[in-house]
């Protein structure tokens, strides 16, 4: 018999609503995720061994606390369109916390007993990393997410995949696996553990002891990057940092190349600003030296030949007067010997006496009767002394 | 320091003539003297100021340069 889908879907919606049993039953399970979308109301109720999607009207105005025990009454309904069983919920009790709620928090309390979350335990992350292992799975947004980032901040850096199944009965010692690799292989700087959101039962895994002693021992620092912001788990915790989508995973692990790239330039700019400046201001100050030596060079050059040129004048002036002065001594020498000129003095109506070739200069050479030669101006004469008389004032003898 | 000498015995000669008891020969002499140091001096800067106008020369070219 070949019927098609839609005919399948809705045999299974029919028999569904004739089931008197599936129009009206109580189902009691623990909240493993609850949300509100456009005022409705959607949970998961799951055990140890299943798990269904509950639906309730906008009608409420709190949702059940995840973990918690609840038993919810309405009708289990087939949705033909997307093949999906969905329960109905009339009305919600609470009943306890779930087993798995509470394995969680023992296993919580067991693992902060150890010292596994403790704030001293986490390391640093490095710094431009150039090795970034990633634990995550091979396909979906999470791994292109983190490659984006790090290709656009740090295209240097290599990333190296470890692939897993990230929820799944193999997802738990895959990623076991995935991470003791990179700690026991020194091929990375740093480690990122991620997956995208996703409902709690589908976080859960990340809660498994295995797991989080694996991220806790792992030398390498650690990021985790678990469904979304409002998600934590236990990995979580043991991680060295938490981030809180895998784009900021890769963000935390690197640095913007083009931010360090532009302080860089810009510490470059200013460094050469100021040296610029700097050459600008030597250059100018040798030039004000040059200028100023040169001006000096002149200025003595200058100063020096005012001074020859002075002492030449000085030797000039000197000898000027040194000449007028034995010039006028001279004059003075000529004059005393023009006086003194025994023509000028004959001259005046003197005469010169001599007797036998002497010179008479006083009347007792002489007596009467003496012949005598007389020199005047113009001639001379001979002439006998007729009388010789002594003049008594001055000794002079008259006759 | 030749141009220095030889002003200082330009200065020299200056002062000689000054001097009360010096000669009209001897100052003469001192003159002509004088004058050929003068002469040797100022040869030696107009060298000088031509190296200095070089020297400037360059130093705008370095200016010019900058």
Same mark, same amino acid.
């Given at each position: 018999?070949?019927?098609?889908?839609?005919?399948?879907?809705?045999? *299974?919606?029919?028999?569904?609503?004739? #089931?008197?049993?599936?129009? %009206?039953?109580?189902?009691?399970?623990?909240?493993?995720?609850?949300?509100?979308?456009?005022?409705?109301?959607?949970?998961?109720?799951?055990?140890? #061994?299943?798990?269904?999607?509950?639906?309730?009207?906008? #009608?409420?105005?709190?949702?059940?606390?995840?973990?918690?025990?609840?038993?919810?009454?309405?009708?289990?309904?087939? %949705?033909?369109?997307?093949?999906?069983?969905?329960?109905?919920?009339?009305?919600?009790?609470?009943?306890?916390?779930?087993?798995?709620?509470?394995?969680?928090?023992?296993?919580?309390?067991?693992?902060?007993?150890?010292?596994?979350?403790?704030?001293?335990?986490?390391?640093?992350?490095?710094?431009?990393?150039?090795?970034?292992?990633?634990?995550? +799975?091979?396909?979906?947004?999470?791994?292109?997410?983190? /490659?984006?980032? !790090?290709?656009?901040?740090?295209?240097?850096?290599?990333?190296?995949?470890?692939?897993?199944?990230?929820?799944?009965?193999?997802?738990?010692?895959?990623?076991?696996?995935?991470?003791?690799?990179?700690?026991?292989?020194?091929?990375?700087?740093?480690? *990122?553990?991620?997956?995208?959101?996703?409902?709690?039962?589908?976080?859960?895994?990340?809660?498994?002891? +295995?797991?989080?002693?694996?991220?806790?021992?792992?030398?390498?620092? /650690?990021?985790?990057?678990?469904?979304?912001?409002?998600?934590?788990?236990?990995?979580?915790?043991?991680? #060295?940092? &938490?981030?809180?989508?895998?784009?900021?995973?890769?963000?935390?692990?690197?640095?913007?190349? /083009?931010?360090?790239?532009?302080?860089?330039?810009?510490?470059?700019?200013?460094?050469?600003?100021?040296?610029?400046?700097?050459?600008?201001?030597?250059?100018?100050?040798?030039? &004000?030296?040059?200028?100023?030596?040169?001006?000096?060079?002149?200025?003595?050059?200058?100063?020096?030949?005012?001074?020859?040129?002075?002492?030449?004048?000085?030797?000039?002036?000197?000898?000027?007067?040194?000449?007028?002065?034995? +010039?006028?001594?001279?004059?003075?020498?000529?004059?005393?010997?023009?006086?003194?000129?025994?023509?000028?003095?004959?001259?005046?109506?003197?005469?010169?006496?001599?007797?036998?070739?002497?010179?008479? !200069?006083?009347?007792?050479?002489?007596?009467?009767?003496?012949?005598?030669?007389?020199?005047?101006?113009?001639? +001379?004469?001979?002439? !006998? *002394?007729?009388?010789?008389?002594?003049?008594?004032?001055?000794?002079?003898?008259?006759? | 320091?030749? @141009?220095?000498?030889? =002003?200082?015995?330009?200065?020299?000669?200056?002062?000689?003539?000054?001097?009360?008891?010096?000669?009209?020969?001897?100052?003469?002499?001192?003159?002509?003297?004088?004058?050929?140091?003068?002469?040797?001096? @100022?040869?030696? =800067? $107009?060298?000088?100021?031509?190296? @200095?106008?070089?020297?400037?020369?360059?130093?705008?070219?370095?200016? $010019?340069?900058?």
């Amino acid at each position: 018999m070949i019927v098609s889908v839609s005919q399948l879907n809705n045999y *299974i919606k029919g028999v569904m609503e004739l #089931d008197e049993t599936l129009n %009206l039953i109580s189902v009691k399970g623990e909240v493993t995720s609850c949300k509100f979308s456009h005022g409705n109301l959607y949970l998961t109720l799951s055990d140890d #061994d299943g798990q269904i999607d509950c639906f309730a009207f906008g #009608d409420r105005t709190e949702a059940p606390e995840v973990g918690l025990n609840v038993i919810v009454t309405g009708r289990v309904r087939y %949705l033909p369109r997307f093949g999906k069983i969905s329960f109905l919920v009339n009305k919600i009790e609470r009943a306890d916390f779930g087993q798995n709620y509470l394995r969680f928090i023992q296993l919580r309390e067991k693992l902060q007993k150890e010292g596994i979350f403790d704030l001293s335990r986490k390391k640093a992350l490095p710094v431009m990393p150039r090795k970034i292992a990633v634990v995550t +799975s091979r396909t979906g947004a999470v791994i292109r997410d983190i /490659t984006d980032v !790090v290709r656009r901040r740090q295209p240097f850096s290599d990333i190296l995949l470890y692939p897993v199944h990230v929820q799944g009965d193999s997802a738990e010692e895959e990623i076991v696996q995935g991470i003791k690799y990179f700690s026991e292989n020194p091929v990375a700087d740093v480690l *990122i553990v991620a997956r995208g959101g996703g409902s709690n039962e589908d976080l859960s895994v990340f809660n498994s002891e +295995s797991i989080v002693r694996a991220v806790a021992q792992c030398p390498l620092p /650690t990021v985790s990057a678990i469904g979304h912001g409002v998600d934590f788990t236990l990995t979580d915790f043991a991680a #060295d940092v &938490r981030a809180v989508t895998p784009t900021e995973a890769g963000e935390l692990v690197t640095r913007d190349i /083009t931010v360090i790239l532009s302080d860089i330039f810009r510490k470059v700019e200013r460094l050469y600003n100021v040296a610029s400046e700097v050459v600008k201001a030597e250059q100018y100050s040798l030039g &004000r030296a040059l200028y100023a030596m040169y001006s000096a060079a002149g200025a003595l050059a200058e100063q020096r030949e005012n001074r020859i040129l002075n002492l030449l004048a000085v030797l000039s002036q000197n000898c000027g007067k040194l000449c007028d002065a034995r +010039s006028n001594r001279i004059e003075l020498l000529l004059q005393r010997l023009s006086d003194n000129n025994p023509a000028n003095i004959l001259a005046k109506g003197y005469l010169s006496v001599t007797k036998k070739g002497d010179r008479v !200069v006083s009347v007792k050479q002489l007596q009467k009767g003496d012949c005598v030669s007389v020199l005047l101006a113009d001639g +001379s004469a001979d002439a !006998v *002394i007729s009388r010789v008389e002594v003049d008594n004032e001055t000794g002079r003898k008259h006759s | 320091m030749k @141009l220095e000498e030889n =002003i200082a015995k330009l200065t020299e000669l200056a002062e000689k003539t000054e001097s009360a008891d010096v000669t009209v020969q001897e100052a003469i002499e001192s003159f002509k003297q004088g004058i050929v140091l003068a002469q040797q001096c @100022l040869d030696e =800067i $107009n060298g000088y100021k031509g190296q @200095l106008v070089e020297l400037k020369t360059q130093m705008d070219e370095l200016n $010019n340069d900058r």
